[in-house]
Each structure stands twice: as C-alpha cells, then as structure tokens.
C-alpha cells in the first residue's frame, strides 16, 4: 500500500471543495504567487504545485486566493516548515490546529514536514535544525509524527534533511532512524535528492549507499532542488541546501537513478531564492517530467483482452 | 555514515540536543558546541556556523519582507544592520513571520543610527498594519445602505463592528506620504508639504488601502473601532480638531471599508 492511494482514499469521506486531482507520475515546482498570471495564461495544465503551510496560515485575503486559484486547476502538495517535529519540546498545538484546518480547507494531494525542528522554548530559529540520532529522539519523533497524523486524519510524507553536522551522542544511521519512523508511525517518506546530496558530500559518505539503505518504497514523493558550496574547517566542500539555483547535474543523475528503482514518483523541483520567471522554472519541472516519463512502467493488457 | 557513534546515558536532567544548539544561534560570543562533530574527527566551527548564519540571514530577509519601504529609506545596509541587533534583542515567537516586527518600529525609535530619521518608525508602523491587513480575515465590509437604514434618532448610539483588516497609525510625520513614495520602485522626491498625517489602512475586498485621515478622522475612527458610540465619537473628534467634518468622515469610512457592521443603538 502506497502513501497516495491512502491519501486519495481519505479524501474522500470528506467531501469535496476541489477537484480531486491524482499527482501520480507528476512533475512540478514550488508555488511563487508572482508566477500565478503566467501560469493562468497556459493553455495547458500539467504537473502539480507545492506550497509552504505556513504561507497560508493568514485568516484571509490574497495569499488565500491565489491558492485557491492555484488549487482549482491543479494538484498541491502541502508542505509544513515549520512543524518542529524533530524538537525536544511538545508541538505546538495551535500551529497543529492551524496546520489541520489548512489540510481540510485544501484538500492537498501530498501532506509532507520535516525531520528536523526550528522553534525551542519560544523562539522560532527560522531554519531546520539537527537533532541526533538516539533511541530517545526516535520514540519522541514518532510520537509527533502520531500527534500530527492523528490531528489531520491521514499519514504524511516525511523528508530527510540536508545536514551540516553530526552528533557524538548518535547510535543509528539516519536512513535506519527513518526507517523506524515508517514502521512505527506508518508515516510515507519525501525523498529529497539534493538532501541527500548534501548530506552525503558533507559527512563524507556515497550517495548511492544512502539510497541503497533508505526505504525507498516507503517514498511517495521526491524533490529536487539547487545547492551553494562552502567550505568546512579543513578546506573541503561543505554544500548549502540553499534552494537559489538550478539542480545540479548530480542531483538530475541521481533522482534517475531513483525513478529507475522505484518508478515515476510525483516530484517537486524547489525553489525559494533568486526565483526566475515562470518558464526558467517550468523548464526544470519538464526536465523532472522528462526523466519521470522514461520509467513509466509498461502496463500489460491482461490475457483475456488480447484477441 | 554517522562518525563518532557513541551512547549517551538518557537525558534526565541533562540539557537536550536544542538546549545545547539554541543559544549560540543568536549569539557569536559561544562556541561551537562540543557534541557537534564533522565525520572523522573533522572540526564543526564552520558546520555549525552553517545554521547560524541561516537562522539571522533568513530572520534579517524575513523583516525586510515586511518592511520594504523602511529598507528602501534606509539602505539595504543601514537595515540590515539595524535588523540584526533587533533579531537578537526579539527572535520570533511564532513560526508565521508575516506575524514577525511588532516590535520593531519601537526599537527603531531607540536605535542610536536611526535617531536623524524620526519618522522613520512610523513608516515601518505603517508597513506593520499593511500587512496585518493583507492577512486579515475576508469581510464585506459595512455599505452605505445598511447606515442609511439606522434610523436617525438611533445614530447617536449606534455602535460599529470595525472590519479585521482596519488599522489606524497616527503619526507627527508625513508617514503616509513617505511610505508611498518608498513602498515602490519609482522616483523619490522631497516632501514639501511637511504635516502630520494619520494613516488608515484597510482591505475591503482584496487589495490593501492607505489612506491619509482628514482633520480629527483618526480620534473619530479610532472611537468608533473601541466601540464608542456614534454621537460620543463624532464629539471626539471635534474636541480633537475643530476642522472636524462629519459628513466627509462618514463618507470616507464607508469608502475604505473600516467597518463590518453597525447596529443601531436606543433611540435617544
């Protein structure tokens, strides 16, 4: 059972406001509002948006109808920031219920958040902090990730971050960590490939064995998305996950080497700094489509079709 | 892949993982925290400064997101230099940074730098109300009908629902004037007419409005808005200016939308 037939089928009970779009196969990009009259002015629709929660937890005007707008046209898949599921502290049970009720307002294809946490004690850090990789963090993490998916009513996408230091108290790997995550939670996995990237490059390991020990069937959806390069205390590459450039050809080798395994999962090509204009960004969404659309698995006629 | 694996007694009474990493996030006077490590024995001085400088930069973009005509005013370094010290002084406390900088067209008064600009606070207290007023709830505001309907010896207690986009700013300065001309990309010129102006800022359908209040129209509305009845706050506002014109008033409050709904009063 896959984290989007579930989803879809949730959906539902509920009743409808939108349409019920599938993103299954789908390529597409971060929602910037500034890019909404060109994409109106398309003649086609194809692929999928996703969309910060935390943008739209306004109680109203215009943030709200461009994603309704944006939302009657097409599939979004919602993504939590700033959820903090991978804190030390209890969630924070009014953004859970702010986070709900955008849930149910938008009926989003995708439901996603973030391992990792941003607000401690009160303050909010404005970023995706590390936490380390223990027995303890393990059962807390799974107990938010119950709390948010019993709140909404159906199980989320979790991503894998991009990391810039590792604990001295961590005993698992980190594919192990979310392993265990999707067993006890029943949670699905966002897979982001420039993540891995990064975080490969930085602790000095492959890539590909990360992949190799990731759960990948367990990921409903992928991103991609562009990095900087620094350097770390001896001189070598320490990469950004800045979200301000195109995807590097690495990261398009690597997402290949995915869809090849696991099929044309839906994709989101992000992007948060020096936005392009609409079809510099559209561009690399059919990129991703492109890639997508060469693992489209033959779907065979059954015996008793064939004359 | 993980270097330097090795337990730790569970954390009872032991600070945690964000205890340990919080504190230096703001403040460059602590080091890099000793249970931070870089694989193999690599140093985590410049790993760690990765978050730090992710967490002021981003919190320094968020203020000049709200606050682009006081950037503009400014200078991109003059603000970020300004919003830095603040950041640190007042981190957010909500993770919804639209609902970030309450606080900081006060600190703006106290900056030492900013001290040759004393309008420069209200401006920003203007962009503050501008985009509470983006993300306010959606509301028909009041129509000129539904108050031509109070009947006449019912006015003078009649109360006012104020709209959830409505904000006043009052200010000893041309804020509105200097926000206009800032809040874009066109020309600057001199202020000649140097007056105080109040602001009113409202959203009646989708497009945020400021406005430049007559004479005695920011004590009125500001009565009207802390449900003050009619008559007690049209008297407000001629006690307040002598210029003071009702009808104008009444005309413009229903024009930009200040109020969702009214309900008559007792007939007096």
Known sequence: MNAITRIGDSLRTDGFRFPAFSVTGLAGTSFKHQHLPAIQAQARRHGFFEVHAENYMGAGGPAHRALERIRTDYPVSLHGVCMSIGGPQALDLAHLARFRSLVRRYEPALVSEHLAWSTHGTTYFNDLLPLPYTQATLSRVADHIDEVQTAIGRPILLENPSTYVAFRASTMLETDFVRALVRRTGCGLLLDVNNVFVSATNHGYSPLDYLDAFPLEHVGEIHLAGHTEQADDEGDPLLIDSHDRPVAQRVWNLFEIVVRRQGPLPTIVERDGSIPEWPALQAEAMAAQAILDRHVPIIREPAHAVR | ?268
């Open chain 2, 1 to 268: 892949m993980l270097s330097g694996e090795r337990a730790r007694a569970g954390g009872h009474g032991l600070p945690s993982y964000a205890d340990v990493l919080s504190p230096g996030l703001f403040d460059p006077a602590y080091g890099t925290p000793a249970d931070l490590t870089g694989p193999n024995g690599k140093g985590a001085v410049k790993r760690y400064n990765v978050y730090r400088n992710n967490v002021t930069v981003s919190l320094i973009d968020a203020l000049a997101a709200v606050f682009p005509a006081t950037q503009r005013i400014t200078g991109v370094d003059f603000f970020r230099a300004m919003a830095r010290f603040h950041i640190r002084a007042t981190p957010p406390r909500s993770p919804l940074l639209f609902e970030y900088g309450r606080d900081f067209p006060r600190f703006i008064e106290t900056y030492e730098y900013a001290q040759p600009m004393p309008w420069l606070a209200d401006v920003a207290r203007v962009e503050r109300a501008w985009l509470d007023a983006y993300h306010a709830a959606d509301l028909p505001p009041l129509a000129g009908p539904e108050l031509a309907a109070i009947p006449p010896e019912a006015l003078a207690s009649a109360v006012f629902e104020p709209h959830p986009a409505t904000r006043i700013v009052r200010s000893e300065f041309p804020a509105v004037s200097i926000f206009v001309m800032n809040r874009g990309n066109g020309p600057v010129q001199a202020i000649r007419n140097v007056v105080p102006e109040d602001a009113l800022i409202t959203r009646p359908d989708q497009d945020v409005a400021v406005r430049v209040l007559p004479p005695g129209g920011a004590e009125f509305l500001t009565q009207l808005v802390s449900v003050t009845p009619f008559g007690e706050a049209a008297a407000a506002a001629l006690e307040a200016s002598a210029e003071f014109d009702l009808p104008t008033n009444i005309a413009g409050m229903i024009e930009a939308g200040v109020f969702a709904a009214v309900h008559a009063g007792e007939p007096s």
